[in-house]
């Protein structure tokens, strides 16, 4: 309760002024962040999950996958400076 609120009631008041919900809102956080990885760094996709703070490679793929359409590796190839 830091938001000094219950949850739901924290949820609400979240999607009333942002239009989305904090677990949508994380999860893009977490898109652009690994997005910006994929783009910048030649890191093992498994170094950019979890600097993204997706709790595995799995995650990331299952994410990419659901809202891209596409792979991680894929999204590299396609936008990296190389």
């Known amino acids: 309760m830091r938001a000094g609120m219950s949850e739901r009631t924290f949820s609400r008041s979240f999607h009333k002024e942002t239009g989305t919900t904090p677990a ?3 999860e893009t956080a977490r898109i652009e962040r690994a997005k910006m990885l994929l783009e910048t760094s030649n ?3 498994a170094r950019v999950a979890e600097h993204s703070g ?13 809202r891209l359409g ?4 894929f999204y590299r190839d396609c936008f990296s400076a190389k």
């Open 54 to 66: 997706f709790g595995s490679l799995h995650a990331l793929h299952r994410v990419f996958r659901k």
């Open 43 to 45: 890191w093992p996709l």
């Open 24 to 26: 949508h809102f994380v």
């Open 70 to 73: 596409i792979t991680p590796a």
